[in-house]
Structures are given as C-alpha cells and as structure tokens.
C-alpha cells in the first residue's frame, strides 16, 4: 500500500474523542491538516464526509473519509506501520480491541448518565462507572500482562489512547461536579497510573495547547 499523501482531520476541540485522533497520528509521526468544525453550524464540506452519523472526528486520507474513532484509530495503525499502537499477536490484538469497546460501550455511556444527573440517579451511575472501572483494570491485568508505565507496555497503544484522553475528560468531571470522584486510585490503582503517564507525554501536551486555541475562540464566541 502507497503512503497516504493527503490526510486531514475534521474534528472539534471539544470532543474528547477527536482527541484520541490526534494522539493516534502525533505518535505514528503523521502529518496532517486539522479543520475545526462548528458543531451549531456544520459546512457542506464537512456531511459530504460523513453523511450518515454527521458527527466528528472524521480523517480524509487521500479523498477517502473515515468516521468513527475506534474505527479511525485502528485504520491509522493499520495504514503507517512506524511506531504500532497494536502488538503482532492476534489473540492480544483481539484482547485489546474487546476492552477497547468495552470502554465504548458499557463506561462512556454511563460516564454521561453521570454529568447529565443528579441526586440518586447520579449516585447509581457512579457506583455502576466504579464497578466497570473496576472490571477494566482486572481485565487488563488478566488478559494482557504487559510490563511498563503504559497497558501496552514501555510506550503508549491505543488502549492508552483511549484510556488517556478519558483520563483528562474525568478530571474535568470532578471539578464541575463537587464531591464526585471517578478517579480513585485505592479502586483502580494502575490504571490510574497508566493515565498519569500518559498526561506526561509531549503529544498530549502539544495537542493540548494547539486545541486550546479554538476553545478560547469558541468562549469568545459565547
């Protein structure tokens, strides 16, 4: 397969989930032309690229769209093989994917139930995130045994991604939502360590301060 000439990401400084995209492409070293996409007010250029969902992130390689993260994130390592996000055993690649769409599918929509409640519901949400939080970990430390700062080991894969820019979105949760703690380091020690490290790195930093810039111009806005 040619290297992909053209790559461009459409996405929104908000969406926690564009994020994981470019974490994916500044590890692999890909370069690539960001559009911000006002989600009030989406362009033509923008639903041509994903008509059915309308939603970001969606990555443009080469004229061709790609919409969804996990299915982009999985597409970037496939696409640039320097530096993987997934290892070679195809048990473990499976592993990896299984709890990757746990997160998606049990912890995300229940992370939301909590932001979006209040009083006994929002108790029960949490309770029912800690559980799940509690069963990733145990799930990990069963099924992939890898040594190292990261899940995947001594550098970052796309369970960190994941795992990571979540990380950064629970921390906000906590400080807009007094007495709430998601975070517990007594509960899920690892992976709560797992997500320090990977704050540490210089990709979440940089991305971090370049999507700053269309945040600031979005509050303005406000």
Same mark, same amino acid.
């Given at each position: ?57 969606? !990555?443009?390689?080469? +004229? ?7 299915? *982009? /994130?999985?597409? #970037?390592?496939?696409?640039? &093989? %320097? ?79 994941? !795992?990571?820019?979540? +990380? ?7 400080? *807009? /939502?007094?007495? #709430?703690?998601?975070?517990? &380091? %007594? ?36």
């Amino acid at each position: 397969m040619a290297t992909p000439k053209e790559v461009k990401l459409f996405g929104a400084a908000v969406s926690g989930f564009c994020t994981m995209v470019h974490h994916a492409l500044r590890l692999k070293g890909v370069a690539y032309d960001y559009v911000e996409v006002d989600l009030k007010n989406k362009t033509e250029e923008f639903l041509k690229t994903n008509p059915v969902h309308k939603k970001v992130p969606v !990555l443009v390689v080469d +004229g061709y769209p790609i919409p969804e993260s996990l299915n *982009i /994130l999985l597409y #970037v390592d496939e696409t640039w &093989k %320097e530096q993987p996000l997934m290892p070679q055993d195809p048990y473990l690649r499976y592993k990896i994917r299984f709890w990757a769409d746990f997160i998606y599918q049990k912890m995300m929509p229940v992370s939301y139930a909590i932001i979006q409640s209040e009083g006994e519901a929002q108790k029960k949400a949490i309770e029912e995130f800690l559980g799940h939080f509690k069963t990733l970990e145990d799930g990990i430390n069963k099924d992939i045994h890898l040594q190292g700062p990261f899940v995947h080991g001594e550098k970052p894969g796309i369970l960190d991604v994941i !795992l990571g820019t979540c +990380g950064a979105g629970l921390k906000h949760f906590e400080q *807009i /939502l007094p007495g #709430v703690k998601l975070l517990d &380091k %007594e509960l899920v020690p690892q992976l709560c360590s797992t997500m320090d490290a990977y704050a540490e790195l210089d990709i979440v930093k940089d991305t971090a301060e370049m999507l700053s810039q269309y945040l600031h111009v979005g509050q303005q806005d406000n």
